[in-house]
């Protein structure tokens, strides 16, 4: 889902960076990732008896190779299209390019470890406390 959007929104129908359209990206990658680590959940569930503990184990496992295939897929992105695939970033305008991409990789990255973290906490306690009625 999330590759498909970025190949759509920088490459068949560019968005300017000030295109309302820009808002739906954060609710995309973040619907990817609460499906992504839900289904995971529920299926280390299915194999036995989920623990919480053993639900975020599973749900930052899930974040942690979600953040990384996310910014290598980005980074081939990046090295076989170039510096313009940053364009639309607001700090590609006021910073070295290098350095765009960095704040960008590491936001991906880390922000999905965090994200994850909050996501795989919630999905965990409702599943273990759904589990015990």
């Known amino acids: 889902m999330v590759v498909l959007w970025v190949l759509v929104t920088h490459f068949l129908f560019p968005l300017a960076p000030e295109s309302k359209a820009n808002i ?4 995309f990658f973040n619907l990817a990732a609460i499906v992504a680590i839900y ?13 919480f503990k053993q ?17 290598v897929f980005f980074f081939f992105v990046f090295l076989f299209v170039g510096p ?12 070295p ?7 960008a990789f590491a936001g991906m990255f880390f922000g ?12 965990s306690f409702m599943l273990v406390r759904a589990r015990k009625r």
């Open 24 to 27: 739906l990206a954060p609710i």
């Open 39 to 51: 289904l995971g959940i529920k299926a280390s569930a299915a194999r036995g008896e989920l623990s």
């Open 55 to 71: 639900g975020i184990k599973t749900g930052m496992a899930i974040s942690l190779v979600y953040g990384i295939s996310s910014c």
């Open 84 to 95: 313009r695939l940053m364009a639309n970033e607001p700090m590609a305008q006021d910073y």
């Open 97 to 103: 390019m290098w350095q765009a991409a960095l704040a």
């Open 112 to 123: 999905a470890l965090i994200l994850g973290l909050i996501y795989s906490t919630i999905i």
